[in-house]
C-alpha cells in the first residue's frame, strides 16, 4: 500500500530511530518498502538499509528537493509516504492513514495529509523553536511533519522540484489548505 521514503544525511541514529517506529506497519501490512535515499556516499545508510530490509537510493545532490525527487522516482507503491530522518509516529498512525486513504479512494477527490508537529519532550526550548511554533501556525505544516499522497496525485502537482531551495514549503504551498489534511497522529522529531 505504501512506499515510506526517508531522506538521510548520512546519520545512522535518526535513521534508526525512524525505521523503528515503522515497524508495526510493515507487521500490519500498511507498509509495501521503504527507501532510505542518502547522497552522502558514506556508506553508513547503505549499512542500515541493508540490516534493515531496506532500498537504499544513492542521489546526486546536496538538497532536500533532490533527495525526496530521487525517492519517489525509484517509489513502487500507489501511496508515498515522506518521512524526515528523525521523525517517530506516535501509535495510532497505522489506523489513521488506513482510513486517510481508504477516505480518499471513495471519495475520488485529490487529497494529501501531514501529522501533526509534536517537540520532542527532551528537546531544549529555544527561540528558535518558539518562531518555528508561530511559522506553522502563520503558513502552515512544514516539511518536517511528513507528507502522505497518492503517487498520481503527487504526479500531477509536479512532485518535489529537486533544485529548488525549500522544495517541501513549495510542495505543501502548491497542495493547498483546501486539498491538505491534517492527520490527529502526531509526528515528534528526535536527534
Known amino acids: 500500500m505504501l512506499s515510506v521514503i526517508i531522506p538521510t544525511d548520512g ?3 535518526t535513521a534508526v530511530a525512524t525505521l523503528a ?3 508495526p506497519g510493515a507487521a500490519a501490512g500498511v507498509i509495501r518498502e521503504v527507501l532510505l ?10 549499512r542500515v538499509a541493508d540490516v534493515a530490509g531496506c532500498r537504499f537510493i544513492g542521489f546526486e545532490g546536496s538538497s532536500q528537493g533532490a533527495a525526496l525527487a530521487a525517492g519517489a522516482r525509484q517509489a513502487r507503491s500507489p501511496w508515498l509516504m515522506f518521512l ?8 495510532g498512525w497505522i489506523e489513521e492513514t488506513t482510513q486517510f486513504i481508504q477516505a480518499v479512494a471513495t471519495s475520488g477527490r485529490d487529497r494529501a ?7 520532542s519532550p527532551y528537546a531544549n526550548t529555544a527561540l528558535r523553536d518558539i518562531l518555528w511554533a508561530v511559522a506553522r501556525k502563520l503558513v502552515g505544516p512544514l516539511g518536517d511533519q511528513g507528507l502522505l499522497i ?16 525549500h522544495s517541501e514549503a513549495r510542495l505543501l504551498r502548491r497542495l493547498g489548505r483546501s486539498s ?4 490527529r497522529s502526531r509526528i515528534v ?3
Open 21 to 23: 517506529a515503522l515497524v
Open 150 to 165: 497518492a503517487r498520481e496525485h503527487y504526479d500531477r502537482i509536479g512532485g518535489y522540484p529537486p533544485h529548488a531551495r
Open 37 to 46: 535515499v542518502d547522497g552522502t556516499r558514506n556508506g553508513v545508510i547503505e
Open 113 to 119: 495529509a501531514v501529522f501533526r508537529y509534536a517537540r
Open 84 to 91: 524526515p530522518a528523525g521523525a517517530v509516529l506516535e501509535t
Open 11 to 13: 546519520v545512522e541514529q
Open 189 to 191: 522529531m528526535v536527534g
Open 180 to 183: 491538505r489534511t491534517m492527520l
